[in-house]
């Protein structure tokens, strides 16, 4: 469905790579049963299937009204939401309001699996960017990450945005979780930082290849990615890398 390959380099470290040149009809099957969810959140009730059509129309509107860029930004985070809770991670967030510069989160999200919750940060190429690599995308958005965590060039509160979101109705409410935001926020604003290496990162990378399209050389990129983390410091970290055909694959599936 993914056309996934995962490697689990240790216990704390695991790469996940996706393929996806096309929709098939069991990726398409799956999106439809997610969506909803993804969008509004778990607790969102569907009344009727017209509800699915809404979010399906509510995401379109969406995506038309944005630049290219901003396009690539919104598929590629919702691929890759799909594909986390496929494996069992917990949305504690809206995908909703996402992309939109009026309500910004902070981090593009917040998973739990088990007892651990993961910060997701994800960044994507265009097409036309010929030059572009996983790991110059898996670099800025550890970077970013870690900024975000540790209050350089601070200017939004990113635990207060996450925990704004994960307080909201439409969300499965964990207590625990909704605690640590809290606190976490509270010392932010205290100017009370924290440190990069005790949280579980999710970066992610997702190019768009076009007529340039294939799969993702899996053994080659496994040693650049490890080249490229050897340096990093986490508490656990699940990089995530995905060649993507086209945007348009998506629209499609929302039009039909």
Known sequence: MFGRYKIELSDKITLHFLSINTYSERLKSYIESNIHQIWNGDNEIIESAEDINITKTELKNLIERKTEAQKIGIV?????????????????????????????KGFDGLYLLEEDFFIYESKSSLETTT???????IGESYHDLRKKIEGINATNDPWRNAYNHASHRSINFN????????????EYVQKKFSKVENYNLIPSSTLYLGARYTNIDKDDLKNKIENLISG???????????????????IDYLNE
């Open 232 to 250: 990093y410091k986490f508490k656990k970290l699940n990089v995530l890398c995905i060649n993507k055909n086209s945007v348009q694959h998506f």
């Open 76 to 104: 590629s985070e919702f691929i890759c939401h799909l594909y986390l809770r496929a494996n069992k991670y917990e949305q504690h967030f809206l995908f909703r309001n996402l992309e939109e510069k009026g309500m910004k």
């Open 175 to 186: 207590d625990n979780i909704s605690k640590t935001l809290k606190s976490l926020s509270k």
């Open 131 to 137: 030059t572009a690599t996983h790991n110059e995308n």
